[in-house]
């Protein structure tokens, strides 16, 4: 079944507009990134995929072709809001499954729903979607 990000109403967009301030943490140097990573998860606990980040025990899961499983999976861009990083793993309100969306899709999705969270810079969204699971004990 596609999904329309168009569809997913302006109530949605609201609800998540209020969490989307962009993160006032500094990149670190290499020694800093744990605590840095953190940091930013911290200020955006809110976020479902924030949550399923750091408890991916309470978290729906998808099989993958290896026989793993995730739950979650990220993307970086620079996009009309600046740079992002965003899922590209969504779950859809009220549903307890994940699905998997093309990038452009979910980068769409995360504009729409406040699912992401702005960097000041490229770098620091690529440092961020590549260093995520530092220090969090999630592979």
Same mark, same amino acid.
């Given at each position: 079944m596609p999904?329309?990000?168009?569809?997913?109403? %302006?109530?949605?967009?609201?609800?998540?507009?209020? &969490?989307?301030?962009?993160?006032?943490? %500094?990149?670190?140097?290499?020694?800093?990134?744990?605590?840095?990573?953190?940091?930013?998860?911290?200020?955006?606990?809110?976020?479902?995929?924030?949550?399923?980040?750091?408890?991916?025990? =309470? &978290?729906?899961?998808?099989?993958?072709? =290896?026989? &793993?499983? &995730?739950?979650?999976?990220?993307?970086?861009?620079?996009?009309? %809001?600046?740079p992002v990083v965003f899922p590209t793993m969504v779950q859809l309100p009220g549903q307890n499954k994940l699905i998997r969306l093309d990038t452009k899709i979910a980068e769409r999705y995360a504009a729409k729903t406040g699912e992401q969270i702005k960097f000041k810079t490229d770098d620091q969204a690529q440092m961020f979607g590549k260093n995520y699971k530092r220090g969090l004990g999630v592979k």
């Amino acid at each position: 079944m596609p999904i329309t990000v168009g569809n997913l109403g %302006e109530n949605l967009k609201r609800k998540y507009a209020a &969490s989307a301030a962009k993160t006032k943490a %500094e990149m670190p140097a290499d020694a800093g990134k744990d605590l840095w990573v953190k940091t930013i998860l911290n200020q955006n606990k809110g976020k479902n995929f924030v949550k399923r980040i750091q408890n991916p025990g =309470d &978290s729906p899961v998808t099989n993958n072709a =290896d026989g &793993s499983h &995730s739950t979650h999976r990220m993307a970086s861009a620079n996009n009309d %809001e600046g740079p992002v990083v965003f899922p590209t793993m969504v779950q859809l309100p009220g549903q307890n499954k994940l699905i998997r969306l093309d990038t452009k899709i979910a980068e769409r999705y995360a504009a729409k729903t406040g699912e992401q969270i702005k960097f000041k810079t490229d770098d620091q969204a690529q440092m961020f979607g590549k260093n995520y699971k530092r220090g969090l004990g999630v592979k």
